[in-house]
């Protein structure tokens, strides 16, 4: 069964920095295109960033140059590192897996840029 569990987020103020781990299990999170997407409130689901299985990554102009998609073979998880964090950051953070032509999501964490 495959799960993914999310931590990390918290109240960070503008300029700071957060990072996220998605946790996953039932599967291999190197093997698979892993995703993290944030919602904003009142604002649909978007895609920030990507690793792929062969370890390409991919990011929304809005995050590049100060968020970075990394994964952990041996603890099998993924993790987004966010700097430079800005108030338009701020929303629940999503971990996505597509494995196959299934796609799988964690129950999200929330990340609240403020001073």
């Known amino acids: 069964q495959v799960q993914l569990v999310e931590s990390g987020g918290g109240l960070v103020q503008p300029g700071g920095s957060l990072r996220l781990s998605c946790a996953g299990s039932?599967?291999?999170?190197?093997?698979?295109?892993m995703n993290w997407y944030r919602q904003a409130p009142g604002k649909e689901r978007e895609l920030v960033a990507t690793?792929?299985?062969?370890?390409?990554?991919n990011y929304a102009d809005s995050v590049k140059g100060r968020f970075t998609i990394s994964r952990d073979h041996a603890k099998n998880t993924v993790y987004l590192q966010m700097d430079s964090l800005k108030p338009e950051d701020t929303g629940v953070y999503y971990c996505?897996?597509?494995?196959?032509?299934?796609?799988?999501w964690g129950q999200g964490t929330q990340v609240t840029v403020s001073s």
């Open positions: 996505n897996a597509a494995i196959g032509w299934a796609r799988y």
């Open positions: 039932g599967f291999t999170v190197t093997f698979n295109t």
């Open positions: 690793v792929t299985s062969d370890g390409r990554t």
